[in-house]
């Protein structure tokens, strides 16, 4: 059985910086397509960035330039690096792993950015 395990949130004053990490056991990590989402209160879940098997990332338009998906297929990890993080950042982070259709979920991790 897939599991995901997401760890690194927190509460962080705009501005500053988190790092997201969510380990992967019970598959072929190598073959996935991993994936970052987020879930605010009263929204959809969303697409915040995702790292193909060959290395290739893709960011939603709101997070590029602060944000860096990053995977080490050894350890069968993927991170996600925050950087200049803004309230509208807060949400659930939840990670993803896949290779056709939904594929399967961590439990996420609350972001909350504050003063």
């Known amino acids: 059985q897939v599991q995901l395990v997401e760890s690194g949130g927190g509460l962080v004053q705009p501005g500053g910086s988190l790092r997201l990490s969510c380990a992967v056991s019970?598959?072929?990590?190598?073959?996935?397509?991993m994936g970052w989402y987020r879930q605010a209160p009263g929204k959809q879940r969303e697409l915040v960035a995702s790292?193909?098997?060959?290395?290739?990332?893709n960011y939603a338009d709101s997070v590029k330039g602060r944000f860096t998906i990053s995977r080490d297929n050894a350890k069968a990890t993927v991170d996600l690096q925050m950087n200049s993080l803004k309230p509208e950042d807060t949400a659930v982070y939840y990670c993803?792993?896949?290779?056709?259709?939904?594929?399967?979920w961590g439990q996420g991790t609350q972001v909350t950015v504050s003063s």
């Open positions: 993803n792993a896949r290779i056709l259709g939904p594929g399967a």
């Open positions: 019970s598959i072929t990590f190598s073959l996935y397509t």
């Open positions: 790292i193909t098997s060959g290395g290739s990332s």
